[in-house]
């Protein structure tokens, strides 16, 4: 497929001026960049609290807040990371904005259901803001009867989670229906990015599994409000029957979260090598493959729990087919490298860095699927560091990877790229140092200045997308000479995507040709 | 395995976990050079040399026979890790006939211990060495967790619910128990003990009583033992900085405000009451939040405990 870009007509959908034209906007687009422009807020106010965290960890003696700020803290560091960041940044923030373009559509199958979902979400988030009179202490697991006893506003955070989720069910409705309906004339199944298989897995994850954390908080509600004792063991309801309906949700959603990420770094991997990627198929459906079997594997946080040896034997077993589809995937990303011609700009550093720390947070899977270790290694740090290397080494690499990709083309400007490797070096160094800490015996110390050196790499990062925000030059419409259809739109594309919707004749990846 | 793990293998069921452990971490060592290796030398390798060079890479799309080897492989190797988890694992959990039962029940934030013959604890359980122990598990309030490292071994303790686990305790030694599900502002103090004794030892022990300190060991030096073993800190602090309760030093004998506006001298009667009825007189300021030791500190120790708080002046 020839790189033949549109050269636009002056409509960037950025023409539009006043809060109006944002506040009721149909705009894909546009909902897009609010979501990542309130994500990213998110993400950094959970970042607070985790250097808050790691400050107060410096010393086993509690120096600057009491034990029970500190318990604050962390809550609010997981449940802000969790709910308000990670769940919604990729699928609804550049899921919004790519995937109709990906996709060679227009705009979302129900522009307005779009819209809805983000200002559902806004409401979810100012709820939980208004949670803040009493903060909660739960963590971000809301075990009760803690959740169910404690004097904090547990209620409300619950019922702002619930707003977060409906929104969540409402863009991955949208999604699927989208990515059915609205696919360009031909583009079939097999002629789709793998971002957009990734989203597609994602949405079906999001539409099957949210309605259950959305009913397991209003039941957490009602044992609040009303006194019903769903989970209360003095009036016949079980602790544990809130952390399977925690789960059957909070598993799967893990997926949410890293298989968009996958997707992203599915696109930037072959763009970056110049080569096609390698084992589309395998990498296509093994996302399937993970949002399938994630469905199956939620026992797996509870093998201390008190379930029967034989259920704990048969959520360990399905456990580690997890493992195959994503090894799969790791596999076919390092073949694809294999041969290339390789170069190293921001997006690909990210991606690679995704790999890299993924592969480690891969490993160390494993040890928790298995039972006797899990055992051991339950509710300890360990956890803590196999989670923060999938989640943050894995799925924030590749947000930040595909803000540095497509930057250029949702904002019309380049990035200074010698000061984003500045920044992706300091978070590579910081990162490691900071998490690869905990798989061991937890030195804090080393570990808290890991986490001011990440901090100083993420601040950077950011300052760097303000600066090319202002005064970046402006962009091509395809700076990386890539495939796919967002490339053939203008730099801010215009509000219509296309002038004409293209018509597909071959897959993305046709890379190192004389084409391209 | 001592620099992998912080803690000792203090039974043989540890020593197996450790096994598995071991093993993951090799074939995980093994993945991890692999994949690492080759996406690095890769990386390197076919890094673009020459600007205008791009447009003459290989067109590889795939390869099915690898596609293959790279189901297989893993399949293959996460099922044996699968079995060797879950062996070890449900040899673990199946108690041993003849085991000696220990109840403990958690609440906030202590650890209630009830020997079968009906001796009682706080954060503190004695065994003998070399025979199975059965621990019975409850919780009064809120989840709590009961993890003994050393012996790789963790339940969960769940109100409304009885849990259990077993360890065969090998070695004579001092083992800590930590709380490993959040239950609240004093979940990073919810700490217990377990001390494996040798036979003769503990055989002598419960003779006693299950008494520690002998026999003309001064009430106050035994108060404050029991204060700190009981978890009594976690809540209050002897002074300095105040946690949920009240401080201890200046106690006794001073004019205490209660909720309900009346105001007490705090004497020996009133410190007594505190600890078998805290609810009775709450003071003002403080949450009524601390559970009764009526069933668990044995009269001779209440008294113990007001002595030393005596000496706190």
Redesign the interface.
């Known amino acids: 497929m020839p790189v033949e870009t549109e050269s636009g007509n002056g409509r960037g959908y950025l023409t539009e001026r006043g809060w109006r034209s944002w506040a009721f906007t149909l705009d894909h687009k546009r909902i897009g960049a609010m979501y990542l422009w309130s994500t990213i807020v998110f993400f950094l106010i959970g970042g607070v609290f985790a250097l808050l965290l790691r400050l107060e960890l410096l010393s086993p003696q509690a120096k600057y807040f009491s034990n029970h700020t500190y318990n604050v803290f962390f809550t609010l560091h997981g449940s802000m990371m969790i709910f308000l960041f990670i769940i919604p940044a990729i699928p609804s923030g550049l899921g919004n904005f790519f995937v109709p373009l990906h996709i060679g559509a227009r705009d979302v199958a129900f522009p307005r259901l779009n819209l809805a979902s983000y200002w559902v979400f806004a409401a979810g988030f100012l709820v939980i803001i208004g949670s803040l009179v009493a903060p909660m202490d739960t963590g971000w697991t809301f075990y009760t009867p803690y959740s169910a006893k404690s004097a904090a506003a547990v209620t409300t955070l619950s019922l702002g989670i619930f707003l977060i989720g409906m929104s969540s069910i409402l863009t991955g409705l949208n999604f699927l229906v989208t990515i059915h309906k609205m696919r360009a004339p031909g583009m079939t199944w097999h002629r789709l990015p793998l971002f957009i298989w990734g989203m597609y897995a994602t949405s079906i994850i999001q539409v099957v599994a949210t309605p259950v954390v959305g009913v397991t908080f209003l039941l957490l509600a009602a044992e609040r409000l009303l006194g019903v004792g769903f989970f209360d063991p003095s009036k016949g309801g079980d602790p544990v029957l809130f952390q399977h309906f925690f789960w059957f949700y909070s598993h799967p959603v893990v997926y949410v979260m890293i298989l968009p990420a996958m997707g992203i770094v599915s696109e930037v991997i072959p763009v970056f090598s110049r080569k096609p990627i390698f084992g589309y198929d395998a990498i296509a459906y093994s996302s399937l493959a993970i949002a399938f079997i994630g469905f199956l594997v939620w026992g797996h946080h509870m093998f201390t729990s008190g379930m029967s040896p034989l259920a704990n034997a048969i959520f360990s077993f399905l456990t580690f087919f997890v493992a195959v589809p994503t090894a799969v995937k790791v596999f076919n990303w390092i073949a694809t490298l294999y041969k290339g011609s390789i170069t190293f700009e921001s997006p690909m550093l990210y991606a690679l860095t995704f790999i890299f720390l993924f592969i480690v947070g891969g490993l160390t899977g494993p040890f928790l699927g298995a039972l006797a270790t899990n055992v051991q290694l339950h509710d300890t740090y360990f956890v803590v560091a196999h989670f923060h290397y999938t989640m943050m080494g894995g799925t924030v690499m590749g947000f930040f990877a595909g803000l540095h990709y497509w930057f250029p083309k949702m904002t019309g400007k380049m990035l200074n790229e010698k000061v984003a490797r500045a920044a992706w070096a300091l978070v590579f160094v910081g990162f490691n140092v900071t998490f690869f800490t905990m798989f061991i015996h937890v030195e804090n110390v080393i570990s808290t200045i890991g986490s001011a050196v990440l901090a100083a790499g993420i601040l950077l990062m950011c300052w760097n997308f303000l600066q090319g925000l202002r005064k970046g030059a402006p962009a091509p419409a395809n700076p990386w000479r890539a495939l796919t259809l967002e490339w053939k739109a203008a730099s801010p594309p215009d509000t219509e995507n296309f002038h004409e919707i293209p018509v597909v004749t071959e897959w993305p990846y046709g890379y190192g040709t004389p084409k391209a | 395995m001592d620099n992998?793990h912080?803690f000792g293998a203090a039974s043989g069921q540890a020593a197996?976990?450790d096994g598995?452990?071991l093993l993951?971490?090799v074939?995980?060592v093994f993945?991890?050079f692999l994949?690492?290796g080759?996406?690095i030398y890769?990386?390197v390798k076919?890094?673009?040399r020459l600007p205008d060079?791009?447009?003459?890479?290989?067109?590889?799309?795939?390869?099915p026979l690898?596609?293959f080897l790279?189901?297989l492989i893993?399949?293959l190797v996460?099922?044996a890790?699968?079995y060797?988890?879950?062996r070890?694992?449900?040899d673990?959990?199946i108690p041993v006939a003849g085991a000696t039962e220990v109840h403990v029940n958690a609440r906030q934030w202590m650890y209630e211990i009830k020997y079968p013959d009906g001796r009682t604890a706080i954060n503190e359980i004695r065994v003998p060495a070399g025979k199975p122990v059965k621990f019975i598990l409850s919780a009064t309030?809120?989840?709590h967790?009961f993890?003994l490292?050393d012996f790789?071994?963790?339940?969960?303790m769940?109100?409304?619910?009885v849990?259990t686990l077993w360890v065969q305790p090998d070695r004579p030694g001092s083992y800590q128990i930590y709380c490993?599900?959040?239950?609240?502002?004093?979940?990073?103090n919810m700490l217990a003990r377990l001390v494996v004794m040798p036979q003769r030892e503990y055989a002598e022990w419960v003779e006693h009583g299950g008494r520690e300190g002998g026999e003309h060991e001064p009430l106050a030096v035994r108060g404050e033992r029991i204060v700190k073993n009981a978890g009594c800190l976690n809540c209050h602090a002897v002074e300095g900085k105040e946690k949920i309760g009240p401080n201890f030093r200046g106690l006794y004998g001073s004019k205490v405000p209660l909720e309900d506006g009346k105001s007490v001298t705090a004497d020996e009667e009133f410190l007594r009451e505190s600890i078998v009825d805290p609810g009775a007189k709450v003071v003002k300021g403080y949450p009524n939040v601390m559970p009764t030791f009526k069933a668990t500190l044995p009269r001779e120790d209440t008294d113990a405990v007001v002595e030393y708080l005596k000496t706190l002046k």
Not at chain 2, 152 to 156: E, F, I, L, N
Not at chain 2, 180 to 188: A, K, P, R
């Open positions: 992998v912080a197996r976990v598995v452990f993951i971490l074939i995980g993945f991890f994949t690492q080759m996406l890769f990386a076919y890094r673009r060079r791009d447009n003459e890479t290989p067109t590889i799309t795939g390869n690898f596609e790279w189901i893993p399949s996460v099922v890790i699968f060797y988890g879950w070890v694992y449900t673990q959990r309030d809120v989840l967790g993890y490292p790789r071994v963790k339940m969960d769940i109100p409304g619910r849990t490993t599900v959040y239950c609240g502002t004093g979940h990073s």
